[in-house]
């Protein structure tokens, strides 16, 4: 059972779910990201200004900065601080143009996930 813990990164901090060892909480680790909800645009993702990237949390969300790519498969991915994050996209679609601009997605707290990775 995942437990809630701080993470700090260089673009920002927020309160999130560890899958990992809970004797490995406090430590520094290179983490991998899930988020447990689909890109919605016009409802949990939206355009942002260009730059800088950002972790922070806004209430009971978790709000992210970053570029997005669309892989052309039903899927995204939103580059937060050169860390990717996997989405699959919600219908509708974003609409066109917006493959490789700048977004802020917020997604429930209880769906965002860390999880440690070896580099």
Avoid: K, Y
């Amino acid at each position: 059972m995942p437990v809630s813990v701080r993470v700090h990164s260089a673009v920002g901090t927020a309160v999130v779910l560890w899958q990992g060892a809970v004797g490995a909480v406090g430590r520094e680790h290179h983490v991998e990201w899930t988020v447990d909800e689909d890109l919605a645009w016009a409802e949990n993702t939206r355009p942002a200004a260009a730059g800088p990237p950002e972790l922070r949390e806004d209430g009971d969300r978790i709000v992210f900065r970053g570029r997005l790519d669309l892989t052309g498969d039903g899927g995204a991915v939103l580059v937060v601080g050169g860390e990717p994050i996997l989405f699959d996209l919600a219908d509708p679609p974003p609409p066109e143009g917006v493959d490789g601009s700048w977004v802020e997605v917020r997604a429930a707290r209880d769906r965002v996930t860390v999880w440690p990775c070896g580099v």
